[in-house]
């Protein structure tokens, strides 16, 4: 039959007899007639057998047939403006690969944990697999952005001899016969590619031991950080959001299908263009005092302060200058109100938080001794970082966006763990 | 001075008046010129600095500058043919942003342990940088290969529950009351997820803890491992040949500069082209023998032997069929000899080695129950793994690729750890 075919590039193939291999999503039919879906991971197929028409034997498998059975299909492609791919097929064989007996994951509704304990199954399902090709979509223009921009990928390393932000939420290993532990960031590591390279960023798993179950957190997530030489917190912004942009519009574009199987509201999502709003931590704050008059002058953001702020917005809203006293020790400190930092986050619309974090790094290696003794981290861990500082330092800025909560944001997923394959949480590492 | 430019876009700019940032590679001149050469990461421009045509006080600045000085220059690009980039900058004014004092890194001869614990600043060296930049291009490569054959992108997790090639060589970390390991590879993930995506690939970082200290070894490496379903060994080599040269022919189109930089003998790189040759593990044992007789058939290649067989072909080459005895436990077995496997590897050229291993999978439930308890691992573990097999199992096959081999092979360098940013080794997990 020549080259394998897929049910996604059947259009450019109407009127031709093609063999397809997939799974049994769903049949049904009548003595004279039989229609199986059929599912091969790029798509959904209807096969339209007709007694007479099609070969004997093949009519009478059917009975055989269940939920996930594999099978091999063979037929004429025939334009169907009904069906969602435009196509369907004038089936005249089908032949058994391989049966399911009782298919765990049926139409009917399953627990969270049931699903999640089947995640290797569930992402069969119409649903998960759509997220999913969002999920890929998202993770291929964040690096054709960053690729068509002179940007270098300089991959940081998962083992690390040291924790940048604090101890509590890092996973420790034996290293041999030292400890290590596993990132929670890349930052530290672009701070010292970016003067090698100019524009670098990383993409790659990070962790944190989080004992918490919100619908935000994942144990193990992907993040993107771009770090740029000679920037500041201003040229991070606008990098930021002509990013944002860039990589909401063309999955908008590219995967329409997709979003309509999720039934996202993508009016919203088109008006995800840049320029952001923003606003000085104290704004923002004046915002949240209305309608949270407990909130802490000082303090970091809730979930629930986030959601005030941007539900004022129609778009992702940038909050900066957050005070120096709750920010890490390499945040550069304004120059002109030293009780702030150069810092800024990105909090997505409809509720879904922040997306990104960053800001200007401190250049000055005085003024980072201090405040690593201050922070009481170990000086002999970063070393190699303050290196950075003595030999040319450079103002600098960059961020980091989580990849789990943009998917989650973009396909309007309630819970950060459909966004991944295989969702690491407090309390689950199975399958 | 409007949009900021980099030294690898000037050609563009020929004749216009352009302002740079970036750090002091090297200094020369005389009384009445001075030459600085400025390295902003995306390439070397000399300025040229005439007294009396450029600023007085920026003349007299030569002095203070030291390698790795960051600075700021401005000044009109010229055309000169015979500079690398093709063009020159006339300079009229440098500011120094911050000095460097004693550059570790100087143009004499360092020692291998000096350079890796400085690796932070040794990035920045001409041939490293040029290292890094043919992997940045490799890893774009491999995804744009995979994205544009209508293959899904699926994270593999890096916390896993078990093993699936024995434990010594795991890392082992704390998961809250648990214990999971970090991943030795995506593959059992992704044969779950080909059968909803069809063709699959997962591109991470992936673990060893092996205490072995040789060249084509890192304790913490990416690998990239496609997975198709309904795919045949036969299918897989087909697949993996049209990758290697894609990836290799691109990066030899895209990153000629580097690759000369290396001085990269590119006349054997451009033979890599498919088809590779194909040797069945017996014909490679009857070559192997011959030159090292003490071989024993039925094991595995060590490197030496390896080299033996690639010394004799141009092109790399697949071993394919490996004995079922020594591989691992999700093989499949060739129905015709069940002493081998479906199984096969890539062995670069020029003594590189094993880039790719891969091959058929089992697909049958019975028969994987009976090998997960002859090669003594936990069933519960692999309950999911199963299931694969239990609901509409598939003929399926793939490979992986590791990234830093690769990345060795092409740009010609002696030991793999100079081609990641970042390198893990037994010994070594800093910076």
Request: glycine share 8%; with cysteine; hydrophobic share 25%.
């Given at each position: 039959m020549g080259k394998r075919l897929y049910i996604e590039d059947l259009k450019k193939h109407i009127g031709e007899k093609v063999e397809l291999k997939g799974w049994v999503y769903n049949k049904r039919g009548s003595k004279k007639i039989k229609f199986l879906i059929l599912r091969d991971g790029t798509g959904l197929l209807q096969c339209v057998y007709f007694q007479g028409e099609c070969e004997e034997e093949s009519f009478g498998l059917f009975e055989e047939?269940?939920?996930?059975s594999s099978v091999t299909v063979v037929g004429t492609v025939r334009e169907e403006p009904r069906s969602p791919g435009g196509v369907e097929l004038s089936a005249e064989t089908l032949k058994i690969i391989a049966p399911a007996v009782d298919y765990p994951i049926t139409p009917k509704e399953h627990g969270t944990d049931f699903l999640m304990a089947n995640r290797h199954l569930w992402l069969r399902s119409k649903r998960q697999h759509a997220a999913l090709r969002v999920r890929a979509e998202l993770a291929a223009a964040i690096r054709d952005f960053f690729d068509g921009r002179g940007f270098t990928l300089t991959d940081a390393p998962?083992?690390?001899?040291?924790?940048?932000?604090?101890?509590?939420t890092l996973f420790e290993t034996k290293y041999f016969d030292e400890k290590a532990y596993l990132s929670q960031s890349g930052q530290l590591y672009m701070e010292a590619t970016a003067a090698a390279f100019g524009k670098v960023y990383c993409f790659g798993p990070t962790f944190r031991a989080e004992k918490s179950k919100t619908r935000r957190h994942l144990i193990e997530f992907w993040m993107v950080e771009p770090e740029v030489a000679f920037a500041d917190l201003y040229d991070n912004m606008e990098l930021a959001e002509e990013f944002v942009e860039y990589i909401v519009q063309r999955t908008l574009k590219n995967r329409a299908e997709e979003l309509k199987t999720l039934e996202r509201d993508t009016t919203k999502l088109e008006l995800i263009k840049a320029p952001f709003p923003r606003l000085h931590y104290r704004e923002a704050v004046d915002i949240i005092k209305k309608e949270n008059p407990e909130f802490v002058n000082g303090n970091d953001f809730g979930g629930g302060d986030e959601t005030i702020i941007s539900s004022k917005f129609e778009k992702p809203v940038f909050v900066h200058h957050f005070p120096t006293a709750i920010k890490a020790f390499y945040m550069k400190q304004?120059?002109?109100?030293?009780?702030?930092?150069m810092s800024c986050d990105l909090l997505a619309t409809e509720?879904?938080?922040?997306?990104i974090g960053g800001g200007q790094r401190e250049e000055s290696v005085e003024v980072l001794e201090k405040k690593i003794s201050e922070h009481k981290l170990s000086k002999s861990d970063f070393e190699w970082y303050l290196d950075v500082r003595r030999y040319g330092t450079f103002p600098h800025a960059g961020f980091g966006l989580g990849l789990e909560r943009t998917v989650a944001w973009v396909c309007g997923?309630?819970?950060?763990?459909?966004?991944?394959p295989f969702p690491r949480l407090y309390g689950r590492n199975y399958p």
């Open positions: 047939l269940a939920q996930e998962i083992f690390t001899p040291s924790a940048c932000e604090g101890t509590s304004d120059e002109k109100e030293p009780e702030y930092t509720g879904y938080g922040e997306i997923l309630k819970h950060v763990r459909e966004s991944i």
